[in-house]
């Protein structure tokens, strides 16, 4: 996992945060970074200089964020298995996270760590995550291992589903936990049309259920950003797909009049027919499993 961007210049050592971990900026942009390495900050002081490819990996949050006010309330240990569980989750997704994670979700494990757990209060996606986000959920859990491995702390299962989202936002160009929400709930309300207007129960394990949950996360993200596919179908191909498919091309319409219903959303002829394309494979995935 390599978080460099280009050649760096030395970096200056706001403070070391432990052996392992210390948080620099750059003295030509001021930009802040956490640099994590084996004995990199052993014996190192603020306004040290520090040569950042010593480093295994460093993380550049946003650069809006002043990431030192951030860590004054996240503990080195949780920043070190925060880090461990980016890498993880990674390596698991084989896809490269927005570095914004590393705070955010260090952020929340440290809240989850020290709040008393009747304090807790419930996500009403807490149920559908694990089916709408197999993948990441499954990292969740294995977070949650983690934590209980290294700090001997068990935190309820309901925190992977928590955890699962931070991984669902980092995949995005979007920082916003709102969003992430809001995507997730219309997801959830698609999928619910796709299985009651087909009378089926979705396997969410398989590639097929996955690919297509990434397909609508993009699709969202990209009307909530009023973008537009590149690709311009054949309108004959079009015709096609509709005429042979017509239930999922039904099913189409009323996720079409939905979207437009709620968000005021306007669906191109090309986003109908690449969700008809994945409602049968979805339903001949299915048919084929009975």
Known sequence: MDFFRGEMNMLMIIKPLNNNIILAKSEDTNEELILFGTGLGFRKKKGDLIDPSLAQKVFHPKESIQTSKLLENISPE????????VSLGEEHLKSKLNHSILISLADHLQF???RDEDLIKNNPLQWEIPYLYYSEHQIGKMALEIIKEDLGITLPGMEASFIALHFVNAQTDSN????????TTLIKNIIHIIQRLF?????KTTITYSRFITHLRYFITRQKMHQQTDSQMDEQFMEIIQERYMKSYACALIIKEMILKEFQWQLTKDEITYLVIHFE???KENKNKL
Do not use: G, W
Not at 78 to 85: F, G, N, Q
């Open 176 to 183: 916003s936990m709102e969003d992430t929400l809001q995507i």
């Open 112 to 114: 989850a760590l020290e």
């Open 78 to 85: 949780v920043l070190t298995i925060t880090e461990k569980i």
């Open 199 to 203: 009378e089926i129960e979705l396997d």
């Open 281 to 283: 494979r979805l339903i």
